[in-house]
């Protein structure tokens, strides 16, 4: 008897499946398919090695490409001056005429204002960021916030570049 209702459970299960399946008519749905299942959780070693080595087609591609196109160099690394609880975060140096991201975390509005030359006034609003470009010519520029001058810092420029 038990084995009667396991069959009849089954079969159950495998009538809903098939009616789910068959959803509404070929219209198509959000729904994601159902994951298969299957008794081998890993790959065969064989199955894994055939997917790391790549295709001679594979292998010869990037090698012509990379001959007929000139290399770029990377991109530089984003310079970010973050301001947060009122005090300026910064690198230790930026290299002349790099742009420069200005990140205000606070929700106070803020500026980046040199106060011996004009070379940059960075406002930015609470919570939002800016950029500007850093000076040309190698030297410290200090700045402030000019809404609060007790926020200051030194802007290192390097001829680094």
Same mark, same amino acid.
């Given at each position: 008897?038990?084995? *009667?209702?396991?069959?009849?459970?089954?079969?159950? %299960?495998?009538?809903? =499946? $098939?009616?789910?399946?068959? $959803?509404?008519?070929?219209?198509? *749905?959000?729904?994601?398919?159902?994951?298969?299942?299957?008794?081998? %959780? +890993?790959?065969?070693?064989?199955? *894994? &090695?055939? %997917?790391?080595?790549?295709?001679?087609?594979?292998?010869?591609?990037?090698?012509?490409?990379?001959? +007929?196109?000139?290399?770029? +160099?990377?991109?530089?690394?984003? =310079?970010?001056?973050?301001?947060?609880?009122?005090?300026?975060?910064?690198?230790?140096?930026?290299?002349?005429?790099?742009? =420069?991201?200005?990140?205000?975390? !606070? &929700? %106070?509005?803020?500026?980046?204002?040199?106060?011996?030359?004009?070379?940059? !006034?960075? @406002?930015?609003? $609470? $919570?939002?960021?800016?950029?500007?470009?850093?000076?040309?010519?190698?030297?410290?520029?200090?700045? @402030?916030?000019?809404?609060?001058?007790?926020? *200051?810092?030194?802007?290192?420029?390097?001829?680094?570049?």
């Amino acid at each position: 008897m038990k084995i *009667t209702r396991s069959a009849l459970g089954l079969v159950l %299960a495998a009538a809903l =499946i $098939g009616v789910a399946g068959c $959803g509404s008519g070929g219209e198509p *749905t959000s729904e994601a398919p159902p994951a298969e299942t299957s008794s081998a %959780a +890993e790959p065969t070693a064989e199955e *894994t &090695t055939a %997917a790391a080595e790549p295709s001679e087609a594979a292998s010869e591609a990037p090698s012509e490409a990379a001959s +007929e196109e000139p290399t770029e +160099e990377a991109p530089a690394e984003e =310079i970010v001056i973050t301001i947060r609880n009122f005090e300026y975060e910064m690198p230790d140096s930026v290299p002349a005429g790099a742009e =420069i991201t200005v990140v205000n975390e !606070d &929700t %106070a509005p803020h500026t980046v204002t040199t106060t011996e030359t004009e070379d940059f !006034d960075a @406002i930015v609003q $609470g $919570g939002e960021t800016v950029t500007f470009t850093a000076p040309s010519e190698p030297g410290e520029y200090p700045f @402030i916030c000019t809404y609060h001058p007790n926020m *200051t810092g030194t802007l290192v420029v390097s001829s680094d570049g």
